[in-house]
């Protein structure tokens, strides 16, 4: 049974930085696109099945995406985080070895619960 779990959400202050973790059990995330979304479905950052970093608008420059095979995690290191960035996160993961990455949230199978990031003075 494939599950996600996050991990590493809290109150910053604005321009602060904050790092969020999603550890998966069950399956890899090795050969498989996974992605970051926020409230309400929104895409912000994804790796491809062969470790390729996309961001949206917003998270580009800002964000970054990475992938521990070892330790079967994506993470989201954000920085400069403004008010706009509060929002439930919750990662993603395809359910087809190889399937090139999607920013939509209906290409996705398994879903996280998500972590509360929340940036305010």
């Known amino acids: 049974q494939v599950r996600l779990v996050e991990s590493g959400g809290g109150m910053v202050h604005p321009g602060g930085s904050l790092t969020i973790c999603c550890t998966a059990s069950g399956r890899t995330f090795r050969y498989y696109a996974s992605a970051w979304f926020r409230q309400e479905r929104e895409f912000v950052a994804g790796i491809s099945w062969n470790?390729?970093?996309y961001y949206s608008d917003s998270a580009k420059g800002r964000f970054t995406i990475s992938r521990d095979n070892a330790k079967n995690t994506i993470c989201l290191q954000m920085n400069n985080l403004t008010p706009e960035d509060t929002a439930v996160y919750t990662c993603?993961?395809?359910?087809?070895?190889?399937?090139?990455?999607?920013?939509?949230?209906?290409?996705?199978?398994?879903w996280g619960q998500g972590t509360q990031v929340t940036v305010s003075s």
């Open positions: 993603a993961l395809d359910g087809e070895r190889t399937r090139q990455l999607s920013t939509y949230s209906s290409s996705y199978y398994y």
């Open positions: 470790g390729i970093a």
